[in-house]
């Protein structure tokens, strides 16, 4: 039998809070994600509101949403808000040349993307365009946003129906600035965003959170520039973008996302898990210039990017989601979770239909992924206290390579109650863990568990349901310490009551 791994949860620790921030999703104008996800029009018959569907909206309360990024990506920075507002049948119409060369009709725009947010019950984070846009044009869609006065841009806002502000506060200035967001060094890029944001004004009752477009993964030296640059005090946040790659690097084949040995799940699992290595690097660079940790680090993109579906337009990112979607996002939530004294907001690519999806759609039907379930069972950590989880995970070992198989992490809620998540990655190997709780009381144990046979399951419009939690009975309470079984392959959640 494999000898027990002891683990240490410390009650008597309680660190930062884990913003439930990290917990939010990111909708683009990209394939079906708004069109044919959030916002169906007449299209078809389902419950709505405007065009946007209710049944969805309610799919996604369940998780607590806590923001939703809108509306790129690549697509911000081709963006010009003014096009997406007045009567939807006079808008003016583009091209989406990033997602498929397909003609955008802007009827989704400011006020349906905030009544969507309303809907949500979810805070807005909307991204500026600095790569093909103006200054005045961001100074003047904030104001439009949040002035409560007699201005040029409140006075349109209210012939187009909306009398209040919205008040929206986080505010990207640019999307990968370094890429399809304008081509720009780090050091042109930080003056850009210190001339954006300088005149993307505060009005009352809304002050701007304004979150730089930061590295694309391992370039350390676009944080170093901008934290260097940028005034503390101009910037609210930095941004990461890092994706999870099934071949460990970009190239024309990504891999499938259904079909796949288990040599090509392990490299998916460790560019995941390269979240960790990423982080540590980029907040050290933080550390040195703003070491009481002011300013957050938003990973504002995330998640597993494989090839298409076959058969669909490879413009549009439809990709399937299988139990290893839910190991690569327990993982980095957990990882996410445990750096929360600088990660304080993070964004899974894409909510519907678009890379890792909570939701996949076919006309009026959809199905809830297994990453949706992730989010689920994770969302107890919401605005918690993060628990010190100390332990030497066992190892995954494959060919000549080895990954930490388990990953946990623990918070307390404003209740008291105590949760715990956690990932065995390992495919072949169930773990028991022995959890020593140090300073915790409780008296109830109960828990949740997403697990499946194979890697490669997924949830299908034929079977919505193969993979989706259920209760877990495999946590034994005797005195302050619980004998866990880990399921190969699985996901627990467990509550302390
Ligand atoms: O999420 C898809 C795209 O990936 C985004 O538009 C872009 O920011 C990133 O390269």
Not at 129 to 147: C, I
Request: glycine share 8%; net charge neutral; hydrophobic share 35%.
């Amino acid at each position: 039998a494999t000898a027990q791994t002891q683990v240490l949860v410390n009650g008597y620790d309680p660190q930062q809070q884990i913003s439930r921030h990290i917990y939010g999703h990111f909708s683009e104008h990209l394939g079906r994600c708004i069109y044919g996800g959030f916002w169906v029009g007449d299209s078809i018959k389902v419950p709505k509101q405007g065009g946007i569907r209710l049944d969805i909206v309610d799919a996604l309360k369940k998780i607590k949403v806590p923001n939703l990024r809108w509306p790129g990506g690549c697509f911000a920075d081709e963006y010009h808000w003014r096009d997406g507002i007045g009567p939807r049948n006079q808008r003016p119409k583009m091209v989406n040349t990033n997602w498929g060369g397909v003609t955008e009709d802007n009827s989704f725009g400011t006020h349906e993307f905030l009544e969507l947010c309303d809907l949500l019950q979810c805070e807005p984070y909307i991204a500026g365009n600095v790569g093909s846009g103006t200054v005045e044009e961001m100074s003047k869609w904030v104001e439009y946003l949040n002035f409560d006065g007699l201005s040029p841009m409140t006075t349109i806002r209210k012939q187009n129906g909306r009398e209040k502000p919205w008040k929206v506060e986080f505010w990207g200035v640019g999307n990968e600035s370094w890429g399809c967001g304008g081509n720009m060094t780090p050091e042109y890029y930080a003056n850009e965003f210190k001339r954006y944001a300088t005149y993307a004004r505060n009005y009352p009752g809304a002050r701007l959170k304004r979150i730089a477009s930061g590295a694309n993964v391992a370039d350390y030296n676009w944080t170093d520039v901008c934290m260097r640059n940028i005034p503390a005090g101009q910037m609210w946040g930095i941004t990461l973008h890092h994706y999870t790659l099934p071949s460990g690097h970009w190239s024309d084949n990504k891999g499938s996302a259904t079909a796949f040995e288990e040599k090509e799940y392990f490299t998916t699992m460790k560019s995941c898990l390269y979240m960790e290595t990423l982080l540590n690097g980029h907040e050290a660079i933080m550390d040195k210039y703003d070491p009481a940790k002011k300013v957050a680090l938003v990973v504002d993109e995330w998640g597993i990017w494989t090839n298409v579906e076959p058969g669909t337009n490879p413009g549009f990112l439809y990709q399937q989601n299988s139990m290893r979607d839910a190991l690569v996002a327990a993982s980095t939530l957990n990882i996410f979770n445990n750096h929360c004294n600088r990660v304080r907001m993070a964004n899974l690519a894409q909510t519907i239909n678009v890379l890792q999806a909570l939701i996949l759609t076919e006309k009026e039907k959809f199905l809830l992924t297994p990453t949706y379930h992730v989010f689920d069972l994770y969302k107890v950590h919401q605005d918690a206290t993060l628990l010190p989880v100390q332990f030497k995970s066992p190892e995954y070992v494959s060919g000549n390579d080895k990954l930490p198989a388990v990953n946990i992490s623990a918070s307390k809620d404003k209740e008291g109650k105590v949760h715990l998540t956690i990932a065995n990655i390992d495919p072949n190997k169930a773990i028991p863990l022995q959890l020593n709780l140090a300073g915790i009381n409780f008296k109830k144990v109960t828990g949740q568990i997403l697990t499946s046979p194979k890697f490669t399951d997924i949830n299908t419009f034929a079977k919505p349901d193969l993979v989706k939690p259920a209760a877990f009975n495999n946590a034994v309470a005797s005195g302050n310490t619980l004998q866990v079984q880990m399921p190969a392959l699985s996901v627990v959640m467990l509550e302390l009551n």
